[in-house]
Antibody
Framework: EVQLVESGGGLVQPGGSLRLSCAAS????????MHWVRQAPGKGLVWVSR????????SYADSVKGRFTISRDNAKNTLYLQMNSLRAEDTAVYYC???????????????WGQGTTVTVSS | EIVLTQSPGTLSLSPGERATLSCRAS???????LAWYQQKPGQAPRLLIY???SRATGIPDRFSGSGSGTDFTLTISRLEPEDFAVYYC???????FGQGTKLEIK
């Protein structure tokens, strides 16, 4: 079964750090670009970051640039999001998602994890 | 940077009716790079449509996508009770999502 399972969320004080993990199974993780998407309570989906299949290229939303770092370990089939200098506005459910590609044609984000909750509060 | 605007914000319909949801881009978007998602409360989003009009695996054929340039549409031909949810469009280049349309039972 194709699956993504996030972990690492929790309560952290403003200015603190947290590292999220996303364990992939049931597919060849190293062949896929991956994303982090977040959703603040009662709000819409916001794209956070993406990484290419071998980890050599990354991009970030302006709101997290310089504070968050996406990475991956293809040997461990795991995606990461290192979050530093956390702010109250980073409070959200964080989802990892797989980017589907059909021979150069984008196929959307076709597999999602269940999400992990990050709360930034003193 | 391309901004996606979805309308209406909330759509109230009854089961069996037809739903038409709009996603308008601030600049022209390649049809290949437009996707739609469904999200129910407490659940992760689910991919419905990619490439503006291709249904994802397992998606019923009552869901269809269309459009080009700056105007895209998600149509649900006959609403089933399980279709009431929030729907988002997304553009590939910036990975940005629209703000969502809530489809609620009238």
């Amino acid at each position: 079964e194709v699956q993504l399972v996030e972990s690492g969320g929790g309560l952290v004080q403003p200015g603190g750090s947290l590292r999220l993990s996303c364990a992939a199974s049931g597919f060849t993780f190293s062949s896929y670009w991956m994303h982090w998407v977040r959703q603040a309570p009662g709000k819409g989906l916001v794209w956070v970051s993406r990484i290419n299949s071998d980890g050599s290229s990354t991009s970030y939303a302006d709101s997290v640039k310089g504070r968050f770092t996406i990475s991956r370990d293809n040997a461990k089939n795991t995606l990461y999001l290192q979050m530093n200098s956390l702010r109250a506005e980073d409070t959200a459910v964080y989802y990892c998602a797989r980017d589907q590609d059909y021979g150069g044609n984008w196929g959307g984000m076709d597999v999602w994890g269940q999400g992990t909750t990050v709360t930034v509060s003193s | 940077e391309i901004v996606l605007t979805q309308s209406p914000g909330t759509l109230s319909l009854s089961p069996g009716e037809r739903a038409t949801l709009s996603c308008r881009a601030s600049q022209s978007v390649s049809s290949s790079y437009l996707a739609w998602y469904q999200q129910k409360p407490g659940q992760a989003p689910r991919l419905l449509i990619y490439g503006a009009s291709s249904r994802a695996t397992g998606i019923p054929d009552r869901f269809s996508g269309s459009g080009s340039g700056t105007d895209f549409t998600l149509t649900i031909s006959r609403l089933e009770p399980e279709d009431f949810a929030v729907y988002y469009c997304q553009q590939y280049g910036s990975s940005r999502f629209g703000q969502g349309t809530k489809l609620e039972i009238k």
